[in-house]
C-alpha cells in the first residue's frame, strides 16, 4: 500500500507521473501536502479492510492493486476479478500484464492458463496484446515472432489497456465506505488514484534502438503503432509516449515534424487537464456546497473518462468547472 498512500499525499494537483517514455515538464513545482491527506489515509484503510475477505470482482481488483510487490497475490486477485467480471475488460488486460512480469516459478494463474494468449483471442483488434506477445518474442530472441506480432499491433484500428477504467473500480469501493463527510475525498482520491501497467514498458523495449536493429521492418511498425497511439490512445500519457516513439523512429524530416506537431498538441492537453484539475482541487477545498459541487464534477470525471477517455474526461471537467 505505501506506493498508493504516498501518490495520494502529493498528488494536491491529482496528476499522475508520466513514465519513462513521456518527458517531464521543465520547472513543474514540486507536488504540495493535499488538505484532503487526512481523509485519503481513512479511506484508504477503510478499503483495505473492507476487501479483505470479499469476493466481488472489484474488490478482488482493488486487493491485487494493494498487494504491493506480491506478484503471486496480485495474479490471484486479478484472476478471481476476471472470473467473477469476464466482461470487464480492465481485469483481463492487468492479468496479462501481471503474467508478463518476469517470476520464478511462475503464479499458478500464470502457468497454467496463457494470460497473454486470453487477451489476444478475446481483443484481437486490440494494438495492446499484440504488443505485449511482440515483447514476449523479444525475450526469447525470436525476431520473426517479434516482428510479426509488432506489425499486427500496428495494423489495429484501437490502442487500449483500459487502464483509463481503474479509477471507476475503485470508486465502487470507494462510494461504499465513504461517510456523507467524506464523499469529496472518496471521489477525488478515486479520481487520482494509479492504474499501473506495463504497456509502455513493453513499447520501450520493442521500440528501442538495439531492438530495431535486428530487422528494418520493426521500425517501420513502431512508427505506425506510435501514430495510432498518438491518436487513439484514451491515457494522454500513453498518446503522448506514441508521438515520442514515432518522432525517435521516423526516417524523413516530414515524418518527425508531424511526431512533434502531435506530441504538442497532446503537451498541450496534458497541461490544460492539469489547470482543470487544479480549479476542481481548489473548488473542494472551498465550502460545503464547493466541496459537493467538487465532488459531484470528480464522479463524472472518474465516469466519463472510463467511457471515452481522459481527454474527453478532461475536457468535460473544464466545462463543469467554468
Not at 91 to 113: F, G, H, K, N, V
Not at 181 to 199: F, S
Amino acid at each position: 500500500m505505501p506506493f498508493l498512500r504516498t501518490f495520494l499525499l502529493t498528488a494536491s494537483l491529482l496528476a499522475a507521473p508520466l513514465p519513462a517514455l513521456a518527458q517531464a515538464r521543465a520547472g513543474d513545482d514540486p507536488p504540495q501536502a493535499s488538505p484532503f491527506a487526512g481523509a485519503f489515509a481513512r479511506l484508504e484503510e477503510a478499503v483495505a479492510q473492507k476487501v479483505v475477505g470479499a469476493d466481488d470482482a472489484a474488490s478482488r481488483y482493488v486487493s491485487g492493486r494493494l498487494s504491493g510487490f506480491d506478484l503471486g497475490g496480485q495474479a490471484r486477485d486479478y484472476a478471481a476479478a476476471l472470473a467473477r467480471a469476464p466482461k470487464e475488460p480492465l481485469y483481463m488486460a492487468i492479468l496479462a500484464d501481471t503474467c508478463m512480469r518476469p517470476a520464478s516459478p511462475a503464479p499458478p494463474e500464470c502457468a497454467e492458463r496463457d494470460a497473454v494468449g486470453y487477451f489476444t483471442s478475446r481483443d484481437a483488434d486490440n494494438a495492446v496484446p499484440w504488443l505485449l506477445q511482440a515483447e514476449r518474442a523479444r525475450r526469447r530472441n525470436a525476431t520473426s515472432a517479434l516482428v510479426d506480432n509488432l506489425e499486427r499491433a500496428a495494423r489495429s484500428p484501437r490502442f487500449d489497456d483500459y487502464a483509463q477504467r481503474a479509477g471507476a473500480v475503485w470508486w465502487s469501493v470507494l462510494s461504499g465506505v465513504a461517510g456523507p463527510a467524506e464523499r469529496t475525498a472518496a471521489a477525488l482520491y478515486a479520481m487520482a488514484v494509479p492504474a499501473g501497467n506495463g504497456t509502455l514498458s513493453a513499447l520501450e523495449a520493442v521500440c528501442a534502438p538495439t531492438t530495431r536493429g535486428a530487422d528494418p521492418r520493426i521500425a517501420a511498425a513502431c512508427l505506425r503503432l506510435g501514430g495510432l497511439m498518438a491518436e487513439r490512445a484514451p491515457l494522454l500519457v500513453d498518446r503522448r509516449a506514441g508521438a515520442q516513439v514515432a518522432q525517435a523512429v521516423a526516417a524523413t524530416d516530414s515524418g518527425r515534424a508531424v511526431a512533434q506537431a502531435a506530441a504538442r498538441d497532446i503537451v498541450a492537453a496534458q497541461e490544460r487537464c492539469r489547470e482543470a484539475q487544479a480549479a476542481l482541487a481548489t473548488l473542494a477545498a472551498g465550502g460545503a456546497t464547493a466541496q459537493a459541487r467538487a465532488a459531484g464534477a470528480a464522479e463524472r470525471f472518474v465516469t466519463e473518462k472510463a467511457r471515452s477517455g481522459e481527454a474527453a474526461a478532461c475536457a468535460a471537467l473544464a466545462d463543469a468547472l467554468r
